[in-house]
């Protein structure tokens, strides 16, 4: 039912309706977020790249193919933006390592958090999951829509994510 509403948002929108891509962004725009956020680990930053990811897709959106997928479509432009996003900031702070800046080391040293740091170490798609259920409080039909992913994957996605941040937690010394 939302890919049909998605697909006549996604038409209306290219019949210079500004209206219907204003829907379309507010829909949308709290899962960029959560995607975004999966990657970049930094909720300014997410926030940042969801707003890029909707002017990339307004600009962009006579191209796509598929109006019905809609969500599939931009949740990828999304990770593309902040995986872009995520190597520039790895490169200035590499470039200010260099340089013997210690504000970078301080930085790093704030975010030596445990949970931080389990959710680090999970595989991208893991954290994605992670972050549209639990950040996001997305349903898993709704994260279905935004990755193309069926409820099935999206469950056992999130299972082997809480079993691989449980070890982690449990070999970094916490207990229940």
Known sequence: MKDLEDQNL??????????SFGELCRRYYPSLVAV???ILLDHHLAEDAAQETLAAACRQLAGLKKPERFGTWIAAICRNVARDM?????????????????ESECHDREQDAVLSEALQQLPQPLREVIYLRFYNEMSY?????????TEQVIDGRIRRAKKKMAVFIKKSGFRK
Not at 141 to 149: A, D, E, H, K, S
Request: no cysteine; net charge positive; charged share 35%.
């Open 141 to 149: 039909r709704q994260m279905g829509n935004v990755l193309g992913i």
């Open 86 to 102: 995520r190597r520039q900031l790895q490169r200035e702070r590499r470039s200010i390592a260099a340089g013997g800046n210690r």
């Open 10 to 19: 996604v038409r209306r929108a290219l019949a210079a309706d500004p209206e």
């Open 36 to 38: 975004a956020d999966s």
